[in-house]
């Protein structure tokens, strides 16, 4: 362990398994006998071939991926896919259903007022975001096309137990970008699956996209639909269409290497709830701590908590920075304080913030 790596819980980009930094710098000059870096690498050669196809294959493996699903890797970020997905699955007069939970889902509904009919079948908006809508809560419409939700809500702190909610029959688009191959999940009872990679599965610049053969295939785009903007072109091209974000990929690969040697989704799940646990027994046994998710709908990955005012709150943000824990400020829309402790975070940090967090409430209490 190098001991001049600090504790980072950015909300993202994130941490990276220290592992995959070692192996990809001893290999960033010349990777394996190539004498070239990654960097440098044509996206066709026989080098960079492999690399995708063993990211791709891991992927499946990890995941547990049907065949009649693609593994896509895309740019343009989680927020592309905002658009992305209604101009591929939406038809002119068909809606979709969407379920809005914090930012980042209303931003995915706005994105898909622009193409056709969406309607809000639940949202926790009027309670500030604080929860995840029950199951009775939702109102499905029968004739969906598809349903969007955001599995984990990286602002507010707030995570779907599981996907996909149990009684829709329209298939499911999941915006997984923080808590991606956090836990199992079954891709079969899934649509389409995105995640921009820099929270949970590497750095920024590459969006993971899995998705069924068929959805992407019912509906019959208008000429003037871009190429890049068809899931189709990818699907076609095994994400080659043009020049890839190679590197990005690379890491990506490297991390889902790691999470099989781990043990796959559910040891890294059990990890995490390890992990999250410890935080929240200590938000859940103290007065000065208050956690700001309804326990029932509390995220693994993002633990988000205020102290009795603003003022504690600077000062505990600073001792934290100079104690080597960084990245603790909460989203600028909702303040606070936000713990990111996505798979690649340490347990070690876990303990090492929640020595502190008692410590702070001691001295500050
Ligand atoms: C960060 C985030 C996004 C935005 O991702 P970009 O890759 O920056 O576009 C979308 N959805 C969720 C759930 C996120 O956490």
């Known amino acids: 362990m190098s001991t001049e790596r600090i504790f980072n819980f950015s909300a993202g980009p994130a941490v990276l398994p220290e592992i995959v930094l070692d192996e990809a710098s001893r290999h960033l000059k010349s990777l394996r006998d190539s004498g070239m870096s990654v960097l440098e690498m044509s996206h066709r050669s026989q080098e960079v071939s492999e690399i995708f196809d063993s990211a791709v294959a891991n992927i499946r493996i990890l995941a547990n991926v049907p065949d009649d699903y693609h593994v896509l890797f895309l740019q343009g970020g989680a927020t592309q896919q905002f658009a992305m997905v209604p101009l591929n699955l939406l038809s002119e007069n068909g809606s979709a259903d969407y379920v809005i939970t914090g930012s980042w889902s209303k931003k ?3 994105e898909a007022q622009r193409f056709g009919s969406v309607r809000i079948v639940g949202s926790s908006e009027d309670q500030d975001f604080v929860r995840i809508p029950t199951e009775h809560e939702l109102e499905f419409s029968s004739d969906a096309e598809y349903l969007h939700i955001t599995s984990n809500n990286t602002i507010f702190g707030t995570q779907w137990r599981s996907t996909p909610p149990g009684s829709t029959t329209a298939p499911v688009v999941v915006d997984a970008s923080s808590d991606i191959f956090s836990r199992p999940i079954d891709v079969s009872r899934h649509g389409l699956i995105y995640a921009g990679a820099q929270k949970n599965l ?5 969006t993971l996209v899995i998705v069924k053969d068929e959805i992407i295939r019912t509906k019959k785009l208008p000429e003037r639909v871009p190429t890049m903007l068809r899931y189709a072109t990818f699907a076609d091209s095994a994400s080659l269409y043009n ?3 190679v590197f990005a990929i690379y890491i990506v690969g490297l991390v889902v290497k790691w999470l099989l040697q781990k043990g796959g989704l559910t040891a890294v799940a059990e990890s995490n709830e390890q992990k999250a646990g410890k935080l929240y027994s200590i938000l859940d046994s103290s007065n000065f701590y208050q956690g700001t998710a309804d326990p029932h709908s509390r995220s693994l990955m993002n633990v988000t908590f205020r ?4 003022e504690l709150e600077k000062r ?4 934290a920075t100079n104690a080597g824990l960084v990245g603790l ?6 303040g606070g304080l936000r713990a990111s402790i996505y798979n690649a975070f340490p347990e070690e940090g876990v303990e090492t913030l929640t020595s502190f967090m008692r410590e702070f409430e001691r001295k500050s209490g």
Do not use: C
Request: net charge positive; aromatic share 8%.
């Open 243 to 245: 020049t890839p974000p």
């Open 202 to 206: 590497g750095p920024a610049g590459v």
């Open 329 to 334: 400020k909460g989203h600028r829309s909702v």
């Open 316 to 319: 505990f943000l600073t001792q």
């Open 108 to 110: 995915a509904f706005k």
């Open 307 to 310: 102290l009795p005012n603003e």
